[in-house]
């Protein structure tokens, strides 16, 4: 008798458990049952098709379950990013040059686009190309405003990479980042003539006879190879994540 009663008991607890969560959880209801003037609970009577189409159904609101949804944006924002990259420029001539370029609508849009076919959890293309101009410019045991003018270098090619993907014939990304950078570069070489210089050396826009120097090619190389990185990384298959 006593194990009976206790089986009783559980099964007894357990549909109150039972009951409970049932109640928590989001419940569906029917179109709720129409009665005509003075017909009580008791005098339910069978509705036609006729019956109910004739009804006005838009008095009775539907019952809708509410959802909450709370849309969480992962790392830093795109612009502190931006900034980050400007900051790791120790000059302030070079700094205001590259950030005045940044600043750029078609440039900004570009280093802070995400990819549609990419994974959910992605590099921002800012971050990724920053990554790699800070590693190409540590590379080269030359003085830090020669490593400022290769790490600015690279952002600029990099930069025209990204913005190849959005130019149209008959233009070229070549005509597009040196349309966007002519004004910051011009008044770079009002502050600092020699260093303008040596920004368009790096790049290959210089004139032919400055760039037959080793160092130069040498930086041209560097410069190149961070380029061929970024190229890689944008166009290498990636898996789609599931989570």
Known sequence: MTHSSANTSTTS???????????LSPQ????PMLRRKGEGVGKNKARTQDEFGDANLQSYLPVKTVEQVLEVTYGADPQTLIRRAVRLVADSNLRAFIRSVMAERDVNRVLTMLRNDSPRFQRLPIDRLRAIAEAGSKRTLAGPR????????????????????????????????????????RKLATQDEALATDLRNCLGWGNQDDM????????????????????????????????
């Open 13 to 23: 607890n357990s549909a109150v458990g039972l009951n409970q969560l049932a109640l």
């Open 28 to 31: 569906r209801f029917a179109t």
């Open 146 to 185: 020669t490593r400022d003018t290769l790490y600015v270098a690279i952002l600029v090619a990099g930069i025209e990479i990204l913005l190849g993907q959005t130019v149209k014939a008959p233009y070229s990304s070549s005509d597009v980042i040196r349309s966007v950078v002519r004004d910051a570069l």
């Open 212 to 243: 037959l120097g080793v160092t130069v090619q040498c930086l041209q190389q560097r410069v190149a190879m961070a380029v061929l990185d970024l190229r890689n990384r944008m166009h290498s298959p990636q898996k789609h994540s599931q989570h």
